[in-house]
């Protein structure tokens, strides 16, 4: 799974995202910044982010994934 590929699918599944992607296809992290995020846990940000992707890791096909989320205003 390509860096490309994975950013896609996290920006197609939270709304109004920016995300910036580092590492290789199997073992990478992410920021995504959204105002989705605005009143939610951290807990609850991740949770929206690895639902995503849980079953690029459950196949093996992605083997770990960091999450660092923000809203606009905590990213500026």
């Known amino acids: 799974m390509t860096l490309e590929e994975i950013q896609a699918k996290i920006e197609s599944g939270i709304d109004n995202s920016v995300v910036t992607m580092d590492g290789d ?3 990478c992290s992410t920021l995504v910044v959204s105002p989705v995020f605005e009143g939610m846990s951290l807990l609850s940000r ?3 982010v ?3 992707v849980s079953d690029d ?3 093996g096909e992605l ?3 960091s999450v660092k989320t923000r809203t606009p ?3 500026s």
């Open 25 to 27: 296809g199997c073992n």
């Open 46 to 48: 991740q949770r929206a």
């Open 50 to 52: 690895m639902s995503l």
């Open 57 to 59: 890791i459950k196949s």
């Open 63 to 65: 083997h770990a994934l």
């Open 73 to 75: 205003e905590e990213n």
